[in-house]
């Protein structure tokens, strides 16, 4: 589910696999592992250099852990190759750059209902979500 929860606004799509796959094939990655490592929240961390196949965007520095059991955390993501927890990390989606940088961990049981959807959110198209996020541009 990709959702928009801000500004008022409470809306969601859902994606199929091969949807977020497809997706994915728009910010492809190769990679490079350095087996340079550094403690992140407390686990070791493995920095792996991520060029994008765009010629005009620049390698950046990833860290992940494989400290934190969690199989195939990045099944549905263009980190897939990478067989760890990502801890910081770029992703582009919708036109945007964004960079993600994990500042806390806490283990935890989550109850099931905790990934239910609000009700209140109003279901609309992939397209739609994108045109909110163009519109911010």
């Not at 549905?76 to 750059?97: Q, S």
């Not at 960079?99 to 109850?111: G, K, R, W």
Request: proline share 4%; net charge negative.
């Amino acid at each position: 589910l990709h959702t928009v929860d801000f500004m008022d606004m409470h809306k969601y799509c859902k994606l199929e696999r091969d949807e977020i796959h497809a997706e994915n094939k728009n910010y492809q990655l190769k990679f490079k592992t350095t087996g340079k490592t550094k403690t992140i929240l407390g686990f070791k961390a493995h920095q792996v250099i991520a060029t994008p196949d765009n010629p005009k965007a620049t390698a950046f520095e990833i860290w992940y852990t494989n400290d934190i059991p969690l199989p195939e955390s990045n099944t549905l993501n263009p980190y897939a190759e990478i067989k760890g927890v990502l801890l910081e990390y770029r992703i582009r989606k919708m036109d945007t750059e964004m960079l993600f940088i994990a500042n806390h961990f806490e283990s935890q049981s989550l109850s099931d209902s905790i990934f239910n959807l609000n009700t209140s959110y109003e279901k609309v198209s992939y397209s739609d979500i994108k045109s909110i996020f163009e519109d911010f541009k």
